[in-house]
């Protein structure tokens, strides 16, 4: 005679067992915000953030979705380095500079801030159709074929 399944489980585990969390999240700091504020402004990507906090840069990732003051303070440092570079920029510009200056801020400006060269914005996606006429031609140009059936 068999027993029920109930009193003899074998080797199913009841749920609470199964449903045992594994190593706890880890959290971010309290000065997270600007540490990630300052190093943004800085010139650091997201690695390089990363490694200011002590933390891969997926955590950091999961930070930034999970905690908006945190995505604020990573926004708000790189616009901060992009007003340095646009000033550095300008400044390299408006005045008789060394030129590797000037170069180095185009650079970053575009490699970092998405900034580009003859392409207007709001230009890209757009379908451009050219139709070219021919000018006005002189009435000699022109063969004039007479109807003799009228006559």
Do not use: C
């Not at 914005?121 to 021919?134: D, H, K, L």
Request: charged share 25%.
């Amino acid at each position: 005679m068999s027993t029920p399944r109930a009193r003899n489980p074998g080797r199913v585990k009841p749920i609470e067992e199964k449903l045992k969390l594994g190593r706890p999240r880890a959290l971010p700091p309290e000065d997270a915000a600007e540490v990630i504020r300052h190093a943004s402004a800085n010139g650091a990507n997201k690695k390089g953030v990363g490694m200011a906090l002590g933390v891969a840069d997926s955590v950091l990732s999961r930070w930034l979705e999970e905690y908006p003051e945190l995505h604020a303070a990573f926004s708000e440092g790189r616009e901060k380095e992009r007003q340095t570079l646009h000033n550095a920029l300008y400044t390299a510009a408006t005045t008789q500079g060394d030129k590797g200056g000037l170069i180095a801020a185009m650079f970053l400006l575009k490699a970092r801030h998405g900034y580009q060269e003859g392409q207007q914005e709001g230009q890209a996606n757009r379908v451009s159709v050219t139709f070219n006429i021919p000018g006005a031609q002189p009435l000699d140009k022109y063969m004039v074929i007479e109807n003799g059936s009228n006559n």
